[in-house]
């Protein structure tokens, strides 16, 4: 059996190869917490404006797609859509579970910065008789969106680690390349071992990066 | 076209997957509490040399993809001679993945328990480890009780990956069925419904033990910590005003 030694040589040898799925992943990291940001928004709009039968049918959906496991809903969309009639490439598929799934938590961030707006921003609000329309998107939304970005930084930080289930579904992202790799040379400890780190080594930085954007915050405040 | 009577006829082995799927959340979950424990007393150690590998543990098992770490368990550890049996695997890897993210909250129920406890502890003269687990722990635990049923139910969706380790469980076979029918949207739907159910179970069971803990740390559990129809009538922010919430739409 071979690979109980790390090979430098071969490890180099795999980079350029693991770096076509690093594109993949950095491309559905993006492409999905686009989507999950603007369909959390659209949760939360239909959460406040408390339309009869929509609202709890939407709220519904959303704690559904909170309660059920990513992967499953993966595979559900993969072999479901195309039956749909939606032929979409296993990459859009990944990229619109991803988005469905982190956009649950984006509502409830949104939320969140929404009940942190101080009471003051209201009573100006209607103070200045201003159109409830026009207090929402002029006034609430924007401050609670810009209150929330860290938080909504580390959606970015968990989905980029999910992206890897992505591979179970034949989106060929750095994980399916690792794999690829590994059945094809039979040595695994490299690729998967690179794979990880790649993971680690970004997410750790983001996550620290974050961390001091909310202190930054807290103090600026 | 799938008839239905074939994927009838799969039920019961479909269904053989809940226990699997419990076994492995309860098991993972049994690893993960003792984990987030020990993970979030050795970072507030004085000691560097408890601290630092506790805090390496953390962010090593937080940093990567959880995926990653199951498939190097399981493809690159047997190259180290160290073959653990799949069970085994999903169960650590799970464990010691959910347990890194859970010592944040044995963190945060740590420093929950008034500072007045602990000076007051060594102001008695007791010994650390007495202080830790008869005065600080006890007082702390069911604090973490709320928190801890929600990483169950989280746990519960995380073991779908353990399905991609040859284990058993309800991702397994509904991959399997929907292989030998052909046809894998109706099976897979049918999954999903189930991990929704699993997961609404859970949620009642984990507010039975969590009034239980209410009780036991000696609080009033109050009716709206419980909130009936949650499913379908989101909470607003009590800090809208009733003029800006458009109703009836």
Same mark, same amino acid.
């Given at each position: 059996?071979?690979?109980?030694?790390?090979?430098?040589?071969?490890?180099?040898?795999?980079?350029?190869?693991?770096?076509?799925?690093?594109?993949?992943?950095?491309?559905?990291?993006?492409?999905?917490?686009?989507?999950?940001?603007?369909?959390?928004?659209?949760?939360?709009?239909?959460?406040?404006?408390?339309?009869?039968?929509?609202?709890?049918?939407?709220?519904?959906?959303?704690?559904?797609?909170?309660?059920?496991?990513?992967?499953?809903?993966?595979?559900?969309?993969?072999?479901?859509?195309?039956?749909?009639?939606?032929?979409?490439?296993?990459?859009?598929?990944?990229?619109?579970?991803?988005?469905?799934?982190?956009?649950?938590?984006?509502?409830?961030?949104?939320?969140?910065?929404?009940?942190?707006?101080?009471?003051?921003?209201?009573?100006?609000?209607?103070?200045?008789?201003?159109?409830?329309?026009?207090?929402?998107?002029?006034?609430?939304?924007?401050?609670?969106?810009?209150?929330?970005?860290?938080?909504?930084?580390?959606?970015?930080?968990?989905?980029?680690?999910?992206?890897?289930?992505?591979?179970?579904?034949?989106?060929?992202?750095?994980?399916?390349?690792?794999?690829?790799?590994?059945?094809?040379?039979?040595?695994?400890?490299?690729?998967?071992?690179?794979?990880?780190?790649?993971?680690?080594?970004?997410?750790?930085?983001?996550?620290?990066?974050?961390?001091?954007?909310?202190?930054?915050?807290?103090?600026?405040? | 076209?799938?008839?239905?009577?074939?994927?009838?006829?799969?039920?019961?082995?479909?269904?053989?997957?809940?226990?699997?799927?419990?076994?492995?959340?309860?098991?993972?979950?049994?690893?993960?509490?003792?984990?987030?424990?020990?993970?979030?007393?050795?970072?507030?150690?004085?000691?560097?040399? !408890?601290?630092?590998?506790?805090?390496? !543990?953390?962010?090593?098992?937080?940093?990567?993809?959880?995926?990653?770490?199951?498939?190097?368990?399981?493809?690159?550890?047997?190259?180290?001679?160290?073959?653990?049996?799949?069970?085994?695997?999903? !169960?650590?890897?799970?464990?010691?993945?959910?347990?890194?993210?859970?010592?944040?909250?044995?963190?945060?129920?740590?420093?929950?328990?008034?500072?007045?406890?602990?000076?007051?502890?060594?102001?008695?003269?007791?010994?650390?480890?007495?202080?830790?687990?008869?005065?600080?722990?006890?007082?702390?635990?069911?604090?973490?009780?709320?928190?801890?049923?929600?990483?169950?139910?989280?746990?519960?969706?995380?073991?779908?990956?353990?399905?991609?380790?040859?284990?058993?469980?309800?991702?397994?076979?509904?991959?399997?069925?929907?292989?030998?029918?052909?046809?894998?949207?109706?099976?897979?739907?049918?999954?999903?419904? !189930?991990?929704?159910?699993?997961?609404?179970?859970?949620?009642?069971?984990?507010?039975?033990?969590?009034?239980?803990?209410?009780?036991?740390?000696?609080?009033?559990?109050?009716?709206?910590?419980?909130?009936?129809?949650?499913?379908?009538?989101?909470?607003?922010?009590?800090?809208?005003?009733?003029?800006?919430?458009?109703?009836?739409?």
């Amino acid at each position: 059996m071979s690979g109980f030694h790390w090979d430098w040589a071969f490890a180099w040898s795999i980079v350029p190869e693991l770096a076509q799925g690093v594109v993949v992943t950095v491309i559905a990291t993006a492409a999905g917490s686009a989507l999950a940001f603007m369909l959390g928004m659209m949760w939360t709009l239909v959460r406040i404006a408390q339309i009869r039968l929509v609202t709890p049918a939407v709220w519904f959906f959303v704690q559904f797609v909170r309660g059920t496991p990513l992967l499953i809903q993966l595979y559900f969309l993969f072999y479901v859509l195309p039956t749909w009639g939606l032929s979409v490439s296993a990459f859009a598929t990944g990229i619109i579970g991803l988005g469905l799934f982190f956009s649950a938590y984006a509502a409830e961030i949104y939320r969140a910065g929404i009940e942190d707006l101080p009471a003051g921003q209201w009573e100006a609000a209607l103070t200045l008789g201003l159109p409830v329309r026009r207090v929402w998107a002029g006034i609430i939304l924007p401050q609670a969106v810009r209150a929330v970005l860290p938080m909504l930084g580390n959606i970015v930080v968990s989905m980029f680690k999910q992206t890897a289930l992505l591979s179970t579904i034949t989106v060929l992202e750095l994980l399916a390349h690792g794999m690829a790799i590994g059945q094809t040379t039979y040595r695994f400890v490299e690729p998967l071992t690179l794979v990880g780190a790649f993971y680690f080594v970004v997410s750790y930085l983001s996550a620290r990066a974050l961390r001091a954007l909310e202190t930054r915050d807290e103090i600026r405040a | 076209m799938t008839s239905p009577k074939s994927l009838w006829e799969f039920l019961p082995f479909f269904l053989g997957g809940v226990p699997v799927t419990l076994e492995v959340t309860f098991l993972a979950m049994a690893v993960a509490v003792p984990v987030a424990i020990i993970l979030a007393i050795g970072r507030k150690s004085p000691r560097a040399f !408890v601290r630092w590998p506790a805090g390496f !543990v953390i962010e090593f098992f937080r940093g990567s993809s959880a995926l990653v770490q199951l498939f190097w368990a399981f493809y690159v550890l047997p190259l180290f001679g160290l073959t653990l049996p799949p069970l085994v695997c999903g !169960v650590l890897v799970l464990g010691l993945n959910e347990g890194s993210y859970m010592s944040e909250v044995v963190r945060a129920g740590l420093d929950a328990v008034p500072k007045g406890q602990r000076e007051a502890a060594v102001a008695l003269g007791l010994p650390a480890r007495y202080r830790l687990f008869r005065i600080v722990l006890p007082q702390a635990l069911p604090l973490m009780v709320p928190p801890f049923g929600n990483e169950l139910i989280t746990m519960l969706k995380f073991t779908a990956l353990v399905s991609l380790v040859t284990i058993q469980d309800l991702s397994f076979r509904a991959s399997l069925i929907g292989d030998t029918l052909g046809h894998n949207g109706p099976i897979f739907a049918l999954t999903i419904a !189930v991990y929704f159910v699993l997961a609404l179970s859970l949620g009642v069971l984990v507010r039975m033990l969590e009034r239980a803990a209410a009780r036991r740390a000696g609080r009033h559990v109050t009716e709206a910590t419980v909130p009936h129809g949650a499913l379908i009538t989101p909470a607003l922010p009590s800090s809208i005003p009733a003029w800006a919430l458009g109703g009836g739409g």
